[in-house]
């Protein structure tokens, strides 16, 4: 048994921690052909390596087979070859070792490290591992390298690499190495990609099923593994359990894409094909379906084949290339066999076809072959991914098409066995390698045939219909259904079932007790076309007349009163109505008032009019809007319920364009009172500051509040991005409160960040990290000092006097906090982020009034998310921007303990003049006008309506 941390181990735990504490235990499993090819390359470019490193130095500058320690590396050699570093824990072979110029406590000079790579490129791995054996190579020499050297494969190219971010993770990779040499039991079981080809992947496979585990479900990542893990689901048979049906919103135009992992999990749990939604793949008279196969280290691909299906012909082609200059040889090949058909439907499965023919065609002088390809190529995974739920562990060609009933001939088949039956040919020549590439190709040309011949075909869901062989296929919106459904007892007669139907509510209401009600008797004559004015039978309560004392047009005062035979068509005596609502402590009563006016003649300019304040009279007075406002703001009232009520309380009718027509004057009239709020949040001590997104009728955005003591603001922006921030508070002199959002971190102004999010992420760490005792040292005595400093809040508030007593605690809590050292990834999180936002998360402490959560800016925002819930996606951005006018005036009302409805009524522009109670008493306007330049939406109606008219009258005369 194996107690050493060695190469095996080093290169293991980059891809698997699990396989990393196999090899610390001795186990051996049984390597697959790829990494034996893998090992194999490598042992073919290490000596080409060193006859090249024998060619460049001279035999005295060269040792060899060297124990890495101070004193042996102190003999400065120029290049050393097969280093090995053994101590307590390590046992770790060097390729070489390269001289470079430095300071070092080896004295002028160290070593950097130097790998023998069979691949013709630095992959991550490579950096990775290069990163590590620098790191050990730093504990002897006193001075880590900052760069590595590699030769890269056979041609032994070599090529110099920096670290840089490389070595923290190579540290990290280190550490957690050492953790597994001390560890007595083996780290959680989790596949990932690299199982393909690992040693123990049977032994793996085996325990996860047993296990049920979810890393077997393919593209569920580590986060969402944790993530059940929080909700206490472990097994894929409990995630199946988590799925419910979900109807489609009203935007059910919108293509799928995502998947569900719950479905997923069903699926496998009931060996059942579950379909959503209504997908459809397009087809044609001719399909043809592709498969590649490619060397991914050269990036060139050399198999082409293709299975025609033209009725019931089946034709099938393979186009092969002995080496990359043979690539465009069969790319024409297989542009020639596509082009024999007219207008035919191609098909992939995956993204590499698609990848390979958009390459080619950047190289092509004549495009439009080619194009017409890609537009006619579909890709069958992206219409699997988000519709059908297969019960395999993947969507993979192999494990589908094996469901579906696809066998390959080879039975280790797969894209890896390839890469190796490839190598093979190459290095042999043996002409059966090529062939049993070419018919794993073809092979899979015939899969991917049998699926989307499964997938065009249209599935019967009903079990009774379908033979025992058939895949067993059931709809999503089946179970939706069969989840909605009250199962009540079916009746056995017929005419039962008659006589239930119609018993039900909806059917009585429309069918029965509605011709049990007595009709009015119709009106006849010329009356009904007569257009009826609504609210015209309102009883009126007071009578005013408008009278004019000057001149609209020369000011002058010589004006006469116009008998009715004398004024013009136009200036008839008429008359409106205003409605009006009297609020008082004990009632609140309607106003009607009838408006008359007479018209006038100028003695000096001869012209006829009528009072510009009758043409500008308003419908509804401030009263009645205030109160409008008043419940759609406060009480979140809609406009169809504040219709009802305005009819069913004060038998006032209102339309729904005239709601919006309140809400426009009562934002121009306290525009004013708005920019004021906003001025003095900047001019304040402190500003609370949060953001929220929104969902429009038409687009999307974010709404931001701006809070203190003493006033709210809303603001509506397009986008997230907090550049308007630095413009808008750039006389801002005071303390901002806010959460953790970067956008916050550049503006020039001293900085609190809310410790309430701060806490609900450290508790996170906890949850996630249950046994780390890391996390432990770092949350538990962050949160004694914060309990401490809360509590002196409690006893004295936020006073700078009091608070300060706490300062040097916190500061020797981030002094051992920088000191410490931390292995676990969780743990050194925290510490960044903690030391990142030293300065920000206890500014409170020296400062009068400073929060340190920022509870008034989220108890604001929280009226924006109740308005979203109600209005979803019908609001455009002016209305929203009206509404969050007004929304801010009664958010800071509420703040300061004042009525929002007084506050309305008095009129007062000053907020702060109304809650001081300094605001003179003035008796509200008799008469109230709209601004100049404003229609109301019913005017303008009613003027298109005999625009309408007139021209309906013109058209006839002219024809």
């Known amino acids: 048994m194996s107690s050493m941390i060695t190469d095996d181990v080093i290169d293991a735990l980059q891809h698997c921690r699990l396989k990393a504490y196999f090899h610390l235990r001795g186990e051996q499993g049984s390597q697959c052909g790829y990494e034996k090819l893998l090992v194999e390359q490598r042992a073919n470019a290490q000596p080409k390596a060193i006859e090249k490193i024998r060619r460049d130095y001279s035999g005295k500058e060269i040792t060899t087979d060297l124990n890495l320690s101070a004193v042996n590396l102190s003999e400065g050699a120029a290049f050393v070859l097969g280093a090995r570093l053994e101590d307590v824990r390590y046992s770790v072979h060097f390729d070489a070792l390269r001289k470079i110029d430095g300071p070092s406590a080896l004295g002028g000079y160290r070593y950097e490290p130097v790998l023998f790579c069979g691949a013709p490129r630095v992959r991550a791995l490579d950096r990775r591992q290069l990163a590590a054996r620098a790191i050990l190579l730093a504990r002897i020499q006193g001075a880590p390298p900052s760069g590595g050297t590699v030769y890269l494969g056979c041609a032994s190219v070599r090529t110099s690499i920096r670290f840089g971010s490389t070595l923290t993770k190579a540290e990290s990779l280190l550490r957690d190495a050492e953790r597994l040499l001390r560890a007595e039991a083996p780290p959680k079981l989790v596949l990932n990609d690299h ?202 060609l192999k494990e589908v098409g094996g469901y579906l009933g696809c066998r390959w001939t080879e039975p280790d088949a797969s894209g890896i066995a390839s890469v190796v039956w490839r190598k093979n040919w190459e290095k042999t020549g043996d002409a059966s390698w090529k062939a049993r590439l070419i018919q794993y190709n073809l092979e899979d040309c015939e899969a991917l045939r049998r699926v989307c011949v499964f997938l065009n075909e249209t599935p019967n869901f009903e079990a009774g219909s379908k033979t025992d062989a058939a895949p067993r296929v059931a709809s999503v919106a089946q179970l939706d259904r069969l989840a909605r459904t009250v199962n009540w007892s079916k009746f056995v007669h017929a005419d039962f079932e008659f006589v239930n139907k119609r018993a039900y509510f909806d059917y009585q209401q429309r069918h029965v007790f509605v011709r049990m009600k007595q009709r009015a008797p119709r009106k006849r004559g010329s009356d009904d076309k007569r257009r009826r004015w609504q609210n015209r039978d309102l009883r009126v309560t007071h009578r005013m007349e408008i009278t004019a004392t000057r001149c609209p047009d020369c000011s002058s005062k010589r004006i006469v009163p116009l008998d009715p035979g004398q004024r013009p068509k136009g200036l008839q005596r008429r008359r409106k109505r205003a409605i009006d609502l009297v609020i008082t402590p004990g009632a609140i009563r309607r106003k009607v008032i009838e408006f008359r006016t007479v018209a006038y003649r100028c003695e000096c300019c001869e012209k006829c009019f009528t009072p510009e304040r009758y043409d500008r009279l308003t419908r509804y007075f401030h009263g009645l809007m205030s109160w409008f406002a008043y419940q759609h703001i406060t009480h979140g009232l809609g406009i169809k319920s504040l219709a009802a009520l305005f009819y069913e309380i004060f038998g006032v009718r209102v339309n729904f364009w005239e709601f919006t027509d309140f809400r426009h004057l009562l934002v121009h009239k306290y525009r004013k009172t708005y920019n004021m709020l906003l001025k003095q949040l900047i001019g304040g001590p402190v500003l609370y500051v949060d953001e929220t997104e929104i969902k429009l009728k038409d687009s999307a955005g974010y709404v931001w509040v701006f809070a203190n003591t003493s006033a709210t603001v809303y603001i509506f922006r397009r986008s997230r991005e907090g550049g308007f921030l630095r413009q808008m508070l750039k006389n801002f002199k005071g303390v901002l409160v806010s959460d953790f959002y970067s956008a916050y971190d550049g503006l020039p102004c001293l900085q609190q960040r809310c410790l309430i999010h701060l806490m609900r992420d450290l508790n996170r760490a906890i949850l996630d990290n249950p046994f780390d005792q890391e996390v432990q040292s770092i949350t538990a005595p962050f949160g004694v000092l914060l309990r401490s400093i809360v509590m002196t809040i409690d006893q004295h508030g936020l006073k700078r006097r009091y608070l300060q007593t706490h300062a040097k605690a916190v500061e020797a809590f981030f002094d051992l906090l920088a000191e410490r050292f931390y292995e676990s990834e969780a743990s050194r999180g925290l510490q960044e982020r903690l030391l990142r936002n030293r300065q920000r998360l206890f500014t409170f402490l020296e400062h009068d009034g400073v929060s340190w959560n920022n509870n008034l800016a989220e108890n604001a925002i929280k009226r924006v998310s109740d308005y979203r819930e109600n209005v979803r996606r019908s609001v455009k951005e002016a209305g929203l921007a009206e509404y969050l006018v007004l929304l801010s005036l009664f958010q800071t009302c509420r703040v300061r303990d004042i009525s929002f409805l007084k506050f309305l009524l008095s009129q007062e522009p000053d907020m702060n003049a109304f809650a001081a109670g300094k605001r003179r008493r003035r008796r509200a306007p008799r008469i109230e006008i709209y601004p100049k330049g404003y229609l109301p939406p019913s005017i303008v109606s009613l003027r298109r309506g005999k625009t309408r008219q007139a021209s309906e009258v013109m058209a006839p005369e002219s024809k």
């Not at 995502?258 to 069903?266: Q, S, T, Y």
Request: aromatic share 10%; charged share 30%.
């Open 195 to 396: 199982c393909r080809i690992c040693a123990f992947r049977d032994r793996c496979r085996d325990q996860a099923v047993r296990e049920d585990n979810l890393s077997l479900l393919r593209g569920i990542g580590d986060k969402a593994i944790k993530r059940y893990a929080r909700r206490g689901i472990l097994t894929l048979t409990q995630l199946a359990h988590t799925f419910r049906p979900r109807r489609r919103g009203k935007r059910a135009d919108i293509p799928l894409t995502g998947r569900d992992h719950a479905l997923h999990a069903l699926a496998i749990r009931d060996q059942t094909i579950y379909v959503l939604g209504a997908p459809t793949i397009p087809t044609a008279k001719v399909r043809i379906y592709i498969d590649m196969e490619g060397d991914a280290e050269d990036g060139f691909i050399y198999l082409i084949g293709l299975v025609v299906c033209e009725g019931e012909r089946v034709e099938r082609y393979s186009f092969w290339a002995d080496d990359e200059q043979g690539e465009d040889d069969i790319f024409a090949r297989f542009l020639e066999a596509v082009s024999r058909y007219d207008a035919p439907r191609l098909y992939c499965y995956g993204n590499y076809e698609r990848t390979f023919i958009a390459r080619m065609r950047r190289r092509a002088r004549r495009k439009k072959r080619i194009d017409a390809i890609l537009s006619a190529l579909i890709n069958v995974l992206t219409i699997i991914y988000p519709h059908f739920y297969f019960p395999t562990y993947s969507n993979g």
